[in-house]
């Protein structure tokens, strides 16, 4: 890859990293606020090292070890700079069932929030949406029976990585779940030990980290590139966490330009997989473009309040 994409893929991944766990962030900071300053240190210190390495560094490659297990693990973190034919090959064959997979999950992420989040108004339409909540199940299940059936005329392994995707969001949905449950839970219980906060919000970061990591396929197959991305807005989200978060909450509108983003990721995912060409400047273009403009959204609200 070129230094110039190279580089907007990179910074498209840090801002869709930054932008896609604003919640992640409101969250920890919330949780900190009741805990010593000795462990805040702590958790932006050494919580970095668990966050950025261990999960945003591990899951990446995981991923296309397991969706490519003949190139080995060594194989899956430096394929894109390999010269041999033969890993490249099984990137290739191997990137439509990892793509369909990640978009399906993207996509139904989108849907989930856009019928049943509670959220702030950015367009009109949302606000239409809102009011259908019953129809999410529907409009998914039809989403994904439509793209397995299309799937199933290229490869069988699409389609059951289109299930996968599907699985996939509903389990780590349910996490999510369970955990807005124990943040409210710790909120109330201040006897529990910093040491329990600590591991709670390791584990709600490496849950919402999921979301990340599958949209940076849309901007590249690079693990190498991907952990660098990621990690870089993993960092800026810890240092908004413990300085800025109040700041986060005075721009409204971000977390419909993440969704958005991941919208048009999932999409970009989805239509790879069946072969339509995408330019490898779209995700991070289109990333810019959605978050620029309800960040211009957010300051004008926020002007209008001053």
């Known amino acids: 890859m070129e230094i110039g994409p190279l580089i907007l893929s990179i910074l498209g991944l840090c801002l869709f990293e930054v932008v896609s766990s604003v919640d992640n962030a409101v969250v920890n900071a919330d949780v900190l606020a009741t805990m010593s300053v000795k462990w805040r240190k702590w958790f932006l210190v050494w919580g970095i090292f668990f966050g950025v390495f261990m999960v945003r560094g591990l899951l990446p490659w995981f991923i296309v070890w397991m969706a490519n297990p003949a190139i080995g693990p060594w194989g899956a973190l430096t394929a894109s700079f390999s010269n041999d034919p033969r890993i490249h090959q099984a990137l290739e064959e191997s990137s439509p069932p990892l793509l369909l997979g990640g978009g399906v999950f993207l996509i139904f992420l989108f849907f989930h929030w856009l019928f049943l989040e509670p959220k702030e108004f950015g367009l009109h339409v949302e606000r239409f949406f809102s009011k259908q909540g019953v129809w999410f199940f529907a409009v998914v299940s039809v989403i994904l029976s ?161």
């Open 146 to 306: 439509v793209i397995i059936w299309e799937a199933l005329k290229v490869d069988p392994l699409m389609a059951f990585a289109a299930s996968v995707g599907s699985s996939a969001f509903f389990i780590t949905h349910g996490f999510k779940e369970h955990a807005a449950r124990v943040e409210l839970e710790l909120k109330n219980q201040r006897h529990l030990s910093d040491i329990s906060k600590i591991m709670y919000l390791e584990v709600l970061d490496a849950t919402f980290s999921i979301d990340g990591v599958i949209g940076a396929f849309a901007f590249t197959m690079s693990v190498p590139i991907i952990i660098l991305g990621n990690g870089l807005g993993a960092i800026v989200v810890r240092q908004l966490t413990i300085k800025g978060v109040d700041k986060i909450k005075n721009y409204p509108y971000l977390k419909n330009g993440a969704m958005y983003s991941i919208f048009f990721l999932g999409l970009i995912m989805t239509l790879d997989s069946f072969g339509v060409h995408v330019p490898h400047y779209a995700a991070p273009v289109i990333t810019f473009v959605v978050v620029g403009f309800f960040w211009w959204k957010s300051l004008n609200v926020k002007r209008a309040k001053q």
